[in-house]
């Protein structure tokens, strides 16, 4: 994991992390835990990985350093093992953003099938720093993602979505290796990426059970585990920003993953809660010390190698879910514009229909995602970029009554975009709400800020399964409430669906 510095909190402090709703309910949890054939992840398998990871540090000068020899024959062992297994890798080069002589991403598809359009990500960095050889920090998240894809290739189980494995350079300098690869995606390929998991230091001496974003969508997959074998976790709020999922976040992509601590100290209510002495989670971190075996716990890392796996079965290789309710915007629905009558915009208001592309140092209003309508901020694109967008206050537009099933899990996806000039302010903003029996809740907000920001469709996803059995809506809102800004927005291809 990369040490936190100012840069750090920095580039934390604009990064738009997705709200989402309560956990799934424990009756869902329990179906989905019986119906699935989760494989174990060989423990023994993954140490093997780690001796090797080590004997690597050892032969190369002592460290796994991106710039290193011991990175590059990292790289070699780990290319090696995935394409013998079977995996359509590539050694993909940071061109820009990356420490001079870094080495290459290493990016692996699993070409057993499903939804090309769909594609659960795991990933963990694979440099170390130059004080040692990195063992926990992060040969334990490498060597358990080199685990469980092997596992992948082992079982081929049949896949509903397709299945990526990254094992990142340069994290260590600052997540240079995962920002490259997140930041050259095209808008489609972006929106093809469902969730990002990411595993970072997993096998601390002293460790807790923590998890990115732990109310997201992957995020309560993973809480599910741990619930299921009696262990409590906690939100990463130490790792928050300083690791590979940050780059994903920052792009729209839902993120998670497991951890189990760094350089913090372990409070009395954690030992209490997980054993262990008040100190360090990890003792070595960063330093010479950082070695295998002694600072592996095998239980630690034993339990996050199945968490990652159960992530994978149950998202990637479970029942296709059925879909409870959806709209492409082809045809009117009932939606509703300025439903509670407090919409205070003056122009840009949502309506559904064919929207003209607009541009103003760089696309701000883009074509519908599928098919020819969406739901968009004032369609037409007039004389300038800012005839149309949105002006003086808050637009918003509900949906339909919708019938939830009684049992989930359910879950709402759609895609949206949010484009805004560099005079726009953090009073600006897109959200997604959910209106049930209690009131509204937000399931995800993304600020505005005083930057240019191009439109580019994102996929979400966010659970439902709180309110099952109830009759809900999905309220749509966008503003340009703070002074007059260039502010554009859209949605498209809302679905909900039920497993």
């Given at each position: 994991m990369r040490a936190c510095t100012a840069l750090v909190l920095t580039a934390v402090a604009v990064v738009a992390v997705p709200a989402t709703a309560p956990a799934t309910t424990a009756a869902a949890t329990a179906s989905v835990v019986s119906a699935m054939a989760v494989p174990d992840i060989s423990l023994t398998n993954t140490k093997a990985h780690l001796q090797q990871f080590q004997t690597i540090a050892t032969s190369n000068g002592g460290n796994r350093r991106a710039t290193s020899a011991g990175y590059t024959a990292s790289v070699t062992y780990v290319y090696n093992k995935l394409v013998a297994a079977g995996f359509t890798v590539t050694r993909q080069n940071c061109t820009s953003g990356c420490t001079s002589g870094a080495g290459?991403?290493?990016?692996?598809?699993?070409?057993?099938?499903?939804?090309?359009?769909?594609?659960?990500?795991?990933?963990?960095?694979?440099?170390?720093?130059?004080?040692g050889p990195g063992i926990n920090d992060n040969a334990s998240g490498s060597a358990t993602l080199l685990e469980i894809a092997l596992t992948l290739a082992a079982t081929n189980p049949s896949l509903t979505s397709r299945v990526r494995f990254a094992f990142w350079t340069d994290e260590e300098q600052g997540l240079n290796g995962s920002r490259f690869y997140a930041n050259t995606l095209s808008s489609t390929e972006r929106a093809k990426i469902k969730a990002y998991f990411n595993f970072d230091m997993v096998g601390s001496v002293n460790g807790g059970y923590f998890i990115n974003r732990i109310t997201s969508v992957p995020g309560q997959t993973l809480k599910a585990y741990y619930d299921s074998i009696g262990v409590p976790t906690e939100e990463n709020t130490e790792g928050a920003g300083r690791s590979d999922d940050a780059p994903f976040n920052a792009i729209g992509v839902q993120t998670s993953g497991v951890a189990a601590g760094a350089s913090r100290v372990k409070t009395a209510a954690q030992v209490t809660k997980w054993g262990g002495t008040q100190s360090a989670f990890d003792p070595c971190y960063h330093r010479a010390c950082d070695t295998y075996p002694s600072n592996i716990s095998d239980t630690v890392l034993n339990r996050a190698g199945d968490a990652a796996a159960y992530a994978l079965w149950t998202l990637a290789a479970g029942t296709p879910a059925t879909t409870v309710w959806s709209d492409t915007f082809e045809t009117a629905t009932g939606w509703t514009t300025n439903p509670a009558g407090t919409?205070?915009?003056?122009?840009?208001?949502?309506?559904?229909?064919?929207?003209?592309?607009?541009?103003?140092?760089?696309?701000?209003?883009?074509?519908?995602?599928?098919?020819?309508?969406?739901?968009?901020?004032?369609?037409?694109?007039?004389?300038?970029?800012?005839?149309?967008?949105?002006?003086?206050?808050?637009?918003?537009?509900?949906?339909?009554?919708?019938?939830?099933?009684?049992?989930?899990?359910?879950?709402?996806?759609?895609?949206?975009?949010?484009?805004?000039?560099?005079?726009?302010?953090?009073?600006?903003?897109?959200?997604?709400?959910?209106?049930?029996?209690?009131?509204?809740?937000?399931?995800?907000?993304?600020?505005?800020?005083?930057?240019?920001?191009?439109?580019?469709?994102?996929?979400?996803?966010?659970?439902?399964?709180?309110?099952?059995?109830?009759?809900?809506?999905?309220?749509i809102e966008a503003a340009d409430a703070g002074t007059a800004s260039l502010v554009e927005a859209a949605v498209d291809d809302v679905v909900i669906t039920q497993g």
């Open positions: 290459p991403n290493v990016i692996a598809d699993w070409p057993g099938g499903g939804d090309p359009n769909s594609i659960y990500m795991f990933g963990a960095h694979l440099d170390g720093v130059s004080a919409d205070t915009a003056t122009s840009g208001s949502w309506e559904r229909g064919v929207p003209q592309a607009t541009n103003s140092s760089g696309a701000k209003q883009l074509t519908a995602l599928s098919g020819t309508n969406d739901l968009v901020t004032g369609r037409l694109a007039g004389t300038s970029a800012g005839d149309h967008d949105i002006d003086g206050g808050t637009t918003s537009v509900r949906s339909p009554a919708i019938t939830l099933p009684t049992t989930g899990p359910l879950t709402l996806k759609l895609s949206w975009y949010l484009a805004h000039g560099s005079n726009a302010t953090s009073a600006d903003f897109f959200r997604v709400s959910v209106v049930h029996n209690g009131g509204t809740t937000a399931l995800f907000t993304q600020s505005a800020s005083a930057t240019n920001r191009n439109a580019a469709w994102t996929s979400g996803s966010w659970s439902l399964s709180s309110y099952a059995g109830q009759s809900i809506r999905i309220l």
